[in-house]
């Protein structure tokens, strides 16, 4: 089977094109790829950065001793609430007394002898 020459031309540029078109998506496609790159690469620098220590201290360390005091700070409040409730009941008795006097004077007055 011959195929002529004008139909070889048009099979030979119709290839071309199809070829030359597929290179442009393909460059396109590789161009795309590497902008993501460039943005994965972009925030895994700043993810780093976020978690980096820049201190000389270990994180871990830092918050062991943040929990232990925090545990003496409970310590304490827990020690000033029953402080506080000791001085209520104290105020209380103290109260009761007063009102106990004010009612033997107040019957003293009333009903003197």
């Known amino acids: 089977m011959t195929v002529e020459p004008s139909v070889q031309v048009a099979l ?4 071309g094109a199809i070829t030359a078109a597929l290179v442009g998506v393909l ?3 590789v161009r ?3 902008a993501t790159i460039a943005e994965v690469r972009e925030h895994a620098q700043e ?10 201290t270990n994180l871990r360390d830092d918050l062991d001793r943040v929990i232990a005091g925090l545990g003496r700070v409970l310590e304490g409040q ?12 104290e105020i209380g008795h103290e109260r009761a007394e007063r009102l106990a006097v004010a ?3 107040d019957s003293h007055l009333n009903h003197p002898n």
């Open 12 to 15: 030979v540029s119709a290839g």
């Open 27 to 29: 460059v396109e496609l």
């Open 32 to 34: 795309r790829q590497g």
């Open 47 to 56: 993810a780093r950065e976020q978690v980096a220590n820049s201190h000389g």
């Open 78 to 89: 827990d020690r000033h609430g029953e402080e506080l409730a000791s001085l209520r009941r």
């Open 103 to 105: 009612e033997r004077l």
